[in-house]
T-cell receptor, first 115, second 113 residues
Framework: GAGVSQSPSNKVTEKGKDVELRCDPI?????LYWYRQRLGQGLEFLIY????????KSGLPSDRFSAERTGESVSTLTIQRTQQEDSAVYLC?????????????FGPGTRLTVL | KQEVTQIPAALSVPEGENLVLNCSFT??????LQWFRQDPGKGLTSLLL?????REQTSGRLNASLDKSSGRSTLYIAASQPGDSATYLC????????????FGAGTTVTVRA
């Protein structure tokens, strides 16, 4: 079946503008995650959604970052008033949550460049 | 602080040599550990997932071991090929109710033909 998809693949924006990044998880996956990968660094957790539970927002770096998820489908990560340090690849992942097999499957990412 | 470390940051080997990639973590009470492969411009591909109760997992030429007491996991790739060139990431899930993954910075592997 189809994997996790993300759009756009690349986004160049000017400092101070708002951006929206989209993630379509694998159908049937109840959990969805956003991570950020800055150049030369490891992945950082941003936010996690599971069904109708309150999202885990503990990784969001500032109140300029927010995310929404519609049911168990599409998610949108929004960054307001972008800064140059927001430049990174933003990766989305989805998984089942069975307590036994919870392999996270990643999308190709959105490369965000803030000028 | 819970951290995941991968050393070395980069590795270059001739084709056919076995690869040994190391991952260490600071808290032995992990829930599971996952190895990923990342190719330039692409997302992550899951290679192996080891539950905390397991000692190793195998898939084809790949074998991953887990030693919780020493806080280490090792990924072995047998008979390396140029197509194995990529960045390999280790990720830890710390607890049953903690679903996010903590990643190491990765080891970039180059297999020379």
């Amino acid at each position: 079946g189809a994997g996790v998809s993300q759009s756009p693949s690349n986004k160049v924006t000017e400092k101070g503008k708002d951006v929206e990044l989209r993630c379509d998880p694998i159908s049937g996956h109840t959990a969805l995650y956003w991570y950020r990968q800055r150049l030369g660094q490891g992945l950082e957790f941003l936010i996690y959604f599971q069904g109708n539970s309150a999202p885990d927002k503990s990784g969001l770096p500032s109140d300029r970052f927010s995310a929404e998820r519609t049911g168990e489908s599409v998610s949108t990560l929004t960054i307001q008033r972008t800064q140059q340090e927001d430049s990174a690849v933003y990766l989305c992942a989805s998984s089942y949550l069975t307590g036994i097999s919870d392999t996270q499957y990643f999308g190709p990412g959105t490369r965000l460049t803030v000028l | 602080k819970q951290e995941v470390t991968q050393i070395p940051a980069a590795l270059s080997v001739p084709e056919g040599e076995n690869l040994v990639l190391n991952c260490s973590f600071t808290d032995s009470a992990i829930y599971n550990l996952q190895w990923f492969r990342q190719d330039p411009g692409k997302g992550l591909t899951s290679l192996l997932l080891i539950q905390s109760s397991q000692r190793e997992q195998t898939s084809g030429r790949l074998n991953a071991s887990l030693d919780k007491s020493s806080g280490r996991s090792t990924l072995y790739i047998a008979a390396s090929q140029p197509g194995d060139s990529a960045t390999y990431l280790c990720a830890v899930r710390w607890g049953l109710n903690d679903y996010k993954l903590s990643f190491g910075a990765g080891t970039t592997v180059t297999v020379r033909a």
